[in-house]
């Protein structure tokens, strides 16, 4: 017999950022954060888990190409997993012994893994969920967090949609540090978010290897951890349960800012930031401030890398996808059919020709798309 599991899992932004961590085993954060969950319509990693007695040994294949499953990470994901289908074959004899059995995981992506968009969290997310459905675990994703986690912290957020937190937890073995859902997609459905692909080469320092760098040389991420996230963490759950954008963009900005400020404070300094992804916050402050009072409508921030992503809601989409279409035209990613009915704004705010020009030159490809629901099971193999 063989049996067999298919899930899509989401790609996460966060607005508040995970960097820093107080264990690299366990990928025990130094402080809390919380992502936006993007829409799988658009983004997305599908993986099928399948085992059998005739499967010679564990494997895993991202779009075709073999991958090395050997590192602590994706190991520790399929150990925590085995041994809990292994808990319940031993409650119930008449249960096939799946935890016994090699398995085959089979993953694609349905965006170019290269972008530099946030892959593993949603790749993770996705192996975990696909086995979890597999052994038929009683888990909920809360559960699956924590061992979401183990593989990549950020994806621990990935197994929910909507808003979600990651909890900072106290304790030593990391039992307490996990993903909860801050508001469904539904509660604030019309969140969206462009990506303006600023590079598709590979990253030059890897998250894993920058945070630790920061946290042995940089002197604001300690004030960061403890005083800037723990406030910032508070506030940003109140704009999300009161819909509050014009809060909701200020500070996923500064916490983004913050973010990189850091990286600059490393020793080395570490530049995820080029030339376009300045462009790309010149263009959202000159958008923000043609506003009644300078209220933002819109929100850019950074990971660990150059590309911008730019949250706004729904009813601003030809004022915020509108400028930014008018700029970098018929790049890839417009022709979807949410790129289709964006209409190019006729102007651009004023005193914005040097980004007007970086960003023309500098964005590969835009991605349009919005908040939406955590991994839904799928019927294809
Ligand atoms: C800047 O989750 O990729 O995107 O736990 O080492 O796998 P590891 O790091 P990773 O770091 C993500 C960092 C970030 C911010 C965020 O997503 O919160």
């Not at 590192?71 to 319940?88: D, F, S």
């Not at 007007?356 to 955590?374: A, F, H, M, Q, W």
Request: a neutral charge.
């Amino acid at each position: 017999d063989v049996y067999r599991a298919s899930t899509y899992a989401p790609v996460n932004i966060a607005v508040i950022k995970y960097w820093g961590k107080r264990d690299s085993k366990l990928n025990l954060p130094s402080n809390a954060s919380l992502s936006v969950t993007l829409s799988q319509d658009d983004l997305r990693t599908h993986t099928t888990a399948s085992c059998s007695k005739d499967v010679a040994e564990d494997s895993l294949t991202l779009n075709n190409a073999f991958q090395d499953i050997s590192g602590a990470r994706t190991q520790a994901c399929l150990r925590e997993l085995r041994a809990l289908r292994q808990e319940m074959e031993e409650k119930d004899s008449s249960l096939p012994k799946l935890s016994a059995m090699k398995l085959k995981i089979v993953s694609e992506n349905n965006f170019p893994t290269a972008a530099g968009l946030a892959s593993s969290a949603a790749g993770f997310a996705a192996l975990v969920r696909a086995i979890a459905n597999l052994y038929q675990l009683p888990v909920s994703p809360t559960d699956l967090s924590r061992i979401a986690r183990q593989g990549s912290g950020s994806a621990c957020r990935s197994v929910l949609g909507g808003y979600v937190a990651w909890q900072k937890g106290e304790h030593a073995d990391g039992s307490d540090s996990v993903a909860y859902e801050v508001s469904p997609a539904s509660h604030w459905p019309d969140m969206r978010a462009i990506i303006l692909v600023a590079s598709a080469e590979k990253k030059d320092v890897s998250s894993t290897a920058g945070m630790q760098q920061t946290v042995a040389s940089s002197v604001l991420f300690q004030h960061r951890a403890d005083e800037v996230v723990p406030k910032r963490m508070k506030a940003m759950e109140k704009a999300i349960h009161n819909r509050d954008f014009e809060s909701f963009a200020v500070l996923t900005m500064k916490d983004s800012n913050n973010f990189h400020a850091c990286c600059l404070d490393t020793q080395p300094p570490i530049f995820y930031m080029n030339d376009t992804s300045k462009a790309a916050i010149r263009m959202c402050e000159a958008i923000n401030s043609t506003q009644p009072n300078e209220k933002p409508i819109c929100a850019y921030t950074f990971d660990a890398g150059p590309n911008a992503v730019v949250y706004y809601l729904a009813e601003h989409e030809d004022l915020v996808a509108g400028t930014f279409k008018a700029i970098v035209g018929d790049k890839t990613g417009w022709e979807g059919k949410r790129g289709q009915n964006i209409k190019v704004k006729s102007d651009v705010p004023e005193g914005t020709q040097a980004a007007v020009d970086l960003l023309k030159s500098g964005v590969s490809r835009v991605i349009l798309t919005s908040v939406g629901d955590g991994p839904r099971k799928t019927e294809e193999h």
